[in-house]
């Protein structure tokens, strides 16, 4: 949140506040302030607003910021270790990652000779990049990493267009078998498949 914000937040707050049944509270404000203030104004709104929607205790620092985790889709490290690891050593093969697991990819591919230094040094560079991304409040960003077997593509590509990762017009030119858009329905919402057609 910009400085400019603070009054913004501070009414969300104090609104917050005298909903839970308190008194608004200019030291409370200063501690949510300075603990959130790296998150984006209409981030910490929405994950307010959910906490609301279904708690009945006033939200503290800690609950805002484990409903954004969850909320941001990024894999814990154990999961994006697993979608790497067949990867390393291996550029036959596609994966759909996300930009702080291809940046921990970086690290651990040095180390490919030796698979639990790899592991270790993968997923300690992943929880650093992770915490950063989500002080800073961006959102998890899917991508694409195509492996050179352009016929094992299908698989990992259709499948990230199932979960909401990518769209499928992001896909749709390095499909190998590529569905009809009344295949790729079933895949994504409507609205999702007409960008293709």
Known sequence: MKQNEFDSFSEMLAATQRYYGRAPDATVTTIYWNALRALP????????????????????????????????????????????????????????????????YGVACHLADDKIAARMAFKESYAAAVRSARDQGKPARWELCLGYDAAGRDGPLLAAVAEGKLLPNAVRPYLINAPAVEDLKRLGTDATVKQIE
């Open 41 to 104: 104004l209409v981030t910490v709104r929405a994950a307010m607003q959910e906490h609301i929607a279904h708690s009945k205790f006033m939200p503290q620092v800690s609950d805002i910021l484990d409903a954004l985790k969850a909320q941001d889709e990024r894999p814990e490290a154990e999961a994006a270790w697993a979608i790497v690891a067949p990867t390393l050593g291996n550029e036959y093969v596609t994966i759909v990652w996300t930009e702080e697991m291809a940046s921990a």
